[in-house]
C-alpha cells in the first residue's frame, strides 16, 4: 500500500476511535456509491452523521486546506445518495475530523456540524 493510504488508513482509525468515544455507533468506512466515497458514517440519538477524515504527516500543511467547495458538493451528493438508497429518516449532520502529525505525535480535531449542505451542489 501506498505511504499516502497508509496514513489515511491510520488518521480514519483514529478518527472512529474518537467517534466512539464521544458516544457514536459506526455504521459504515469508505462508503462508496457511484463516483463518490465517504470517509465515515455515524449515528448518534436522531442524527446521522457524515465524516470527511483529513491527515497531514507534513507539520505545514492545515488539512482543513484540503475542504473546499467542490469537496462539499461531493460529499452532501454521496450523502444525499446513501440517504435515498437506504431511506434513512434521521437528519443529516456533516463533520470533519482532521490529524496532523504522525502516529507518535500527533493532534486531532473535532469539527462538528462543521457546514451546513448548500441548497444546490452543481
Not at 499516502?4 to 468506512?29: P, S, V
Not at 451528493?77 to 463533520?95: G, R
Request: glycine share 4%.
Amino acid at each position: 500500500m501506498a505511504q499516502h493510504n497508509d496514513t489515511g488508513h491510520w488518521g480514519e482509525e483514529l478518527a472512529c476511535e474518537k467517534l466512539i468515544t464521544l458516544g457514536c455507533a459506526i455504521c459504515e468506512r469508505n462508503f462508496r456509491i457511484g463516483h463518490y466515497e465517504l470517509d465515515i458514517i455515524a449515528m448518534k440519538g436522531n442524527r446521522i452523521i457524515f465524516v470527511e477524515v483529513k491527515t497531514r504527516t507534513n507539520p505545514n500543511s492545515d488539512p482543513l486546506d484540503a475542504i473546499d467547495n467542490k469537496k462539499i458538493s461531493r460529499m452532501v451528493k454521496a450523502a444525499n445518495a446513501y440517504i435515498v438508497a437506504y431511506n434513512i429518516p434521521h437528519e443529516a449532520q456533516f463533520d470533519i475530523i482532521t490529524i496532523c502529525g504522525t502516529p507518535n505525535n500527533y493532534t486531532i480535531e473535532h469539527f462538528p456540524d462543521a457546514f451546513t449542505p448548500p441548497l444546490t451542489t452543481r
